[in-house]
């Protein structure tokens, strides 16, 4: 139990402190007391503010329209200085997704600021004309990040936490998998690594990267987890978690978002196969423009980039 702190009473020998001028005592009835407590209730609201700082009695046209989402303050300087020296790069592999976007971008700033995780959003959008390639984004992403960030998150874009025992605090002992098999509402066999993985830059540089001879939807990840097997690293997973496949929320529709599972030429083969040589150290793009926004008050950075492709390698990068 704590004792509440009480400013100590004014006391002198024999003498009679008067802080403020004597009044004439004040004389009321009970219901003028009533009338006096009822304007002060309608003074309170009518003085009441919506969370964008309009008063509350300036109504819009618009009636209709609902209030903007409280986001929680922004963190001072010096709060941020508390919250450890490290910063997480969300690195969001993306191509015409803007619905999910929308609901992403201040859903993780939030998250992210609960947790008093110091963190940089990176929206890694593919604007050439080849098939999309989330490893390859991934690459790029992790090479434009800066150097004040000093640990990644692969996000996809439309997978959000809903838990706050998901830890995406700095992973030192390893990769840690926040959308395990067992949590994941889609994917439960051991080997998955998808969705969402935190790895500390040198983590990743162990492991070169990902591949990028991956074109198309899948199988990236699971290559990715003999990557890491290779490197000698131990693949960390939450535990106690007791929201099962409710811990997340997946916002993909597929009957709107079709995706692009096709196979092509010698892409069949290739998918199954471990890409030794090629990774971070071989990735080729350029980024075509570098622009800050808000969404909902939420900061992001949105990198527009052009991905090359070797045809006489993966000739699968296009569809024919």
């Given amino acids: ?34 009338v006096g407590l009822l304007l002060l209730a309608v003074l309170s609201l009518s003085l009441h503010f919506t969370c964008s700082g309009d008063p509350g009695w300036r109504r819009r046209e618009d009636t209709a329209a609902p209030p903007k989402p409280c986001l929680p303050q922004p963190p001072t300087s010096l709060e941020q200085l508390s919250w450890g020296p490290h910063q997480l790069a969300v690195l969001v592999p993306f191509r015409e997704r803007f619905e999910e976007l929308l609901v992403f971008v201040p859903h993780m700033h939030s998250f992210l600021q609960q947790q008093r995780v110091l963190h940089r959003i990176f929206i890694l959008n ?44 700095y992973p030192a002992s390893g990769p840690y ?24 830059k040198q983590h990743y540089e162990m492991c070169n990267g990902m591949s990028n001879r991956f074109w198309g939807w899948g199988r990236e990840d699971d290559e990715f987890y003999r990557r890491i097997r290779s490197a000698g690293l131990q693949l960390l997973r939450p535990s106690g978690i ?25 892409q069949k083969q290739e998918q199954f196969k471990v890409d030794w040589d090629g990774g971070l150290n071989s990735v080729k793009y350029r980024v075509e ?32």
């Fill in 1 to 34: 139990m704590y004792l509440a702190r009480r400013k100590p009473a004014l006391r002198g020998s024999g003498v009679r402190w008067r802080l403020l001028p004597s009044f004439p005592p004040l004389r009321c009835s009970v219901f003028q007391l009533f």
């Fill in 126 to 169: 593919q604007a050439d004309h080849f098939r999309f390639n989330r490893a390859s984004l991934i690459n790029a992403g992790f090479k434009e990040s800066g150097n004040d960030t000093d640990y990644i998150v692969m996000h996809d874009v439309d997978l959000l936490p809903l838990n706050q025992d998901l830890d995406y605090g």
């Fill in 289 to 320: 423009s570098r622009t800050d926004i808000t969404i909902a008050g939420a900061p992001c950075t949105v990198l527009n980039i052009l991905l090359e492709c070797d045809h006489s390698q993966t000739p699968w990068c296009v569809l024919s």
């Fill in 177 to 200: 998998h926040v959308a395990s098999p067992e949590l994941h509402p889609l994917y439960h066999y051991k080997t998955y690594v998808g969705g969402i993985l935190l790895l500390t």
């Fill in 242 to 266: 007791s929201t099962g496949y409710k811990t997340f929320r997946h916002l993909h529709d597929p009957a709107w978002r079709k995706r692009d599972q096709k196979r092509i030429a010698a």
